[in-house]
């Protein structure tokens, strides 16, 4: 099993419709969890970190289950600019994070 | 957040040469990360640099072809040495625990994008 594995997309959503996706991983230990988001040609910036109880930033939601290791993340209401890539990642056995391949999403007008 | 620079933006480089990315960071941060992310990869580490001490390397990297420099706690380089068409990628570099921050949490500069031909 990867450390840490995404669906590579892409996903294509109306706007305004709700999408969600997921990112496996494999460390049980792992506590660290975060979304980045990576535009085309730009650099990965820090959406969320992923708290045990979950939470949630505007449109964006972040859960974590422990039980089948995998974190989510839910967009409300999505608008044209969330298009982008969504990085899932974990931090492994050697307290190092590591990133997944990424969710492409893609807004349709 | 901190604003981090890096230069050159981009490049395009003869096989055989060396290249040498700096990251400029406007506030002083104890790590320094360096990324590589292939055409359709993910990010992959290349190694953390700590100010005043070698840099640690991840499993298939060394310091032979990827020397780094910290001289101090707001820089650092990255050389690709010897290169070739394999090294083409985006190099990115990063830092963490701004402003007493937690780990993990990374800020990216706006990446390196390298082509060797």
């Known amino acids: 099993r990867k450390e840490v594995e995404q669906d590579p997309g892409p996903f294509n959503v109306p706007e305004g419709a709700t999408v969600a996706f997921n990112c496996t991983y494999s460390?049980?230990?792992?506590?660290?969890f975060f979304w980045y988001r990576q535009d085309c040609r730009k650099e990965p910036k820090l959406l969320m970190s992923v708290y045990s109880s979950g939470n949630e930033d505007g449109r964006f939601t972040a859960q974590l289950n422990r039980a089948s290791q995998y974190i989510s993340l839910l967009i409300r209401d999505s608008k044209l600019s969330d298009s982008a890539t969504y990085l899932c990642v974990v931090n492994n056995r050697d307290d190092k994070i590591i990133f997944g391949k990424g969710t492409r999403l893609h807004i349709l007008p | 957040s901190a604003v981090i620079s890096q230069k050159p933006s981009r490049d395009i480089c003869q096989r055989g040469t060396s290249l040498t990315i700096q990251c400029q960071v406007d506030?002083?941060?104890?790590?320094m990360f360096w990324y590589r992310q292939q055409p359709g990869q993910s990010l992959t580490l290349i190694a953390t640099a700590n100010q005043g001490s070698e840099a640690t390397y991840e499993s298939g990297f060394v310091i032979d072809k990827f020397p780094i420099s910290r001289p101090n706690l707001t820089f650092s380089t990255l050389t690709v040495s010897n290169m070739s068409p394999e090294d083409s990628s985006i190099y990115l570099c990063?830092?963490?625990?701004?402003?007493?921050?937690?780990?993990?949490?990374?800020?990216f500069g706006p990446g390196t994008r390298l082509t060797v031909t």
């Open positions: 506030s002083q941060v104890t790590m």
């Open positions: 460390n049980s230990a792992s506590q660290s």
């Open positions: 990063s830092v963490d625990r701004l402003a007493g921050g937690p780990p993990y949490e990374q800020y």
